[in-house]
Structure formats: C-alpha cells, structure tokens
C-alpha cells in the first residue's frame, strides 16, 4: 500500500491535532482544566458531549440497517465478537499484563477499551479499500454504535461497579441526559429532515472532530494542572506496545474464527468481519468516558489506551491491506477452479 494512503487512512491532520492539543494542555493548563477560561465542568460536559452523540444520532443510517440485515449469521458474530468475546478476553490479557506493570489503573483503561462499540468510519473505509463487503461494514458499525450506547455502559458497570467508582443512579442519569437523549434526537432531525442532512454530513463530522479535540485537550489540562504524576513516559511505552499486541491477538482470532470451514463465510464477508470486529471507537468512547469517569482523578489513565487504541489498529488495519487483497484474489482462483471443476 502507498504510503499516501497510510497516512490518509491514518488521518494525519487529526492526530497532529492530537499532538499540539496535549502540547497546549501542558504548556497552558490554566485555560482547559477545571474552572478555567473554558469552563470545561459545563462548555464539556453538558455541550460538548451532548452535540457529539447527536450528531452520531444524525449519523446513523436506518435504512441501510434495515436494507442489509438479512446476513444474520455474520452480523452475530460480529457483535458477538466485539461486545461480548473482547471483553472477556482483555479481562485475561490484564492479568498477565499485570505481571510485567502492575498499573491498576493503567489495567482498568485496557479494560474500558474492550468495552468500546465499533467505529463507523475506519473500519467501513479499509473494508472497501480492501474489496471486501461494504454494506456489511457499514451495517455493523452502524448496528455496533447503536448497541454500545446501552451495552458499554452495562459492561463497565459489570467490571467496576464492584469498587463503587461510580454512583450508579447518578451514572444513568448522566448518560440518558448527555448520550441516549441526543442520540434520539438527531435521529428524529434526520427522519424530519430527510436527504437534505446529508448536504451537511461533512461540516457535522468536522464539528464532531473539533469537539472532540476539545475534550481531549481539556482532559490533559486537567491532569497536567493537578501534576498528575502518574502519567510517565513508561505508560505511555507500556501503553503502546500493550495496544499493539492486543491488536494483533485480535485480529488473528478473528481471522481464523471467520475463515473456520464451520462458517462458510465469502472473503469479502471475512474482510468485513475482520475490521468491524476489533476496532473500537473513540469518537463515541472518550465522551462516555467522560460522563462516567469526569470526576475521577486517575480518569487520564482510564483513557489512555483508548487514546492509542484508536490509531493504531488504523495503522495496522492500513499495513493488512494488501496483505488481505492478495488474499482474496488467492480465495476467488481457487473458488474459480473448485467451480469449474
């Protein structure tokens, strides 16, 4: 794959942002953290996240959920394998991650990462980069965004509640207030306004962009105010090579488990499966994060792995392109000569 394409799938000018936006956060905390010239305890927290999530309410495409929800058996396993097998799974990778860096807090960001819904983006675009099955793609991460709106929360209740970080009423408040409500809201906007939202799909994904840049930035304001001195260089290696190779155990089960003979699925099927099923979203996980976790003072740890999480598998899903087109061209000769003999 051409290296332009790496770095377009990588979406460059987002992570610089990303960058300058921490550098920022560490050169002028006062402005972002908490009682700030920003004001993030409101501006954040009751604006911010609530345009996010209706813009992803805008977003959701029920036509084509509906149109591409007759390949039941693929849509299950993706689902399941997202929602259900990731988690149970990272629940054993932070055991023996914790040998080597007994980080709790670290540990539990690896943990909020599993419990992450897909994204609708990356996956959908290396998916039809690759020639795999787009509709497919676009189902599932439509449907997996849905369904983490109520599953991630149960999820993370089901791993911390047992600590009591969280006042569980108060929890489902915030959420239904700054997450579900919008949600259904911007999809009454786009049952009202029809085709005509679509002119603005554009703007709306730079505007969810920004927001979620602010978020971000405001989070590390915070930490870098308070001295937050937990959060080392060593996390950030720990961190990276962690993601790195959880990403790729991932994908590995993923791919043998779709290509089982058991399963009968087409290469396009299996490429779809194998991008929607391991990535995790950050536009729809830092902001829940947020609403979860806003007072926690180790909530940079929490949200660290989802930070890297989200390049990263961009970064490999990128570098498997190729890999995957050979792949199937190999499959679609061999499909050719079993037929034809």
């Not at 929890?171 to 997450?179: C, E, G, W, Y």
């Amino acid at each position: 794959m051409a290296v332009r394409e790496i770095i377009y799938f990588l979406n460059k000018p987002f992570l610089i942002f990303i960058i300058v936006s921490i550098i920022l956060a560490y050169l002028y905390p006062e402005i972002g953290a908490k009682g700030g010239i920003l004001k993030p305890e409101i501006t954040v927290k009751y604006g911010a996240i609530f345009i996010i999530f209706f813009i992803s309410g805008v977003s959701l495409q029920s036509k084509e959920l509906i149109a591409a929800a007759c390949q039941l058996s693929v849509h299950l396993l993706i689902q399941i394998f997202s929602l259900l097998f990731i988690p149970l799974l990272v629940q054993i990778f932070v055991q023996l991650l914790g040998q080597v860096y007994p980080n709790p807090d670290l540990l539990a960001g690896f943990v909020t990462v599993s419990c992450m819904p897909p994204p609708v983006s990356s996956a959908v675009l290396l998916t039809k980069t690759v020639g795999g099955n787009e509709a497919t793609a676009v189902f599932n991460s439509a449907l997996g965004s849905l369904l983490g709106l109520f599953i991630t929360p149960a999820l993370l209740y089901l791993f911390f509640n047992g600590s009591g970080d969280v006042p569980v009423l108060n929890a489902i408040f915030q959420l239904s207030l700054t997450v579900v409500l919008p949600v259904i809201f911007g999809q009454c906007v786009r049952i009202m306004a029809g085709n005509k939202i679509l002119r603005h799909k554009r703007r709306l994904s730079v505007i969810g962009s920004f927001l979620l840049l602010l978020i971000i930035y405001t989070t590390f304001c915070d930490t870098f105010s308070n001295h937050e001195e937990s959060f080392t260089l060593s996390v950030v290696i720990i961190t990276t090579a962690g993601v790195v190779l959880l990403q790729l155990i991932l994908l590995s089960l993923a791919f043998f488990t779709s290509t089982s003979l058991l399963l009968h699925f087409s290469p396009e099927d299996v490429v779809a499966i194998l991008y929607c099923s391991t990535h995790k979203s950050l536009t729809l996980g830092f902001p829940m994060l947020k609403v979860l976790y806003a007072n926690e003072a180790r909530f940079i740890l929490i949200s660290f792995p989802l930070l890297v999480y989200h390049p990263m598998q961009i970064l490999i899903g990128s570098l498997l392109v190729p890999f995957l087109q050979k792949w199937m061209l190999s499959k679609t000769k061999f499909n050719s000569k079993s037929h034809f003999v």
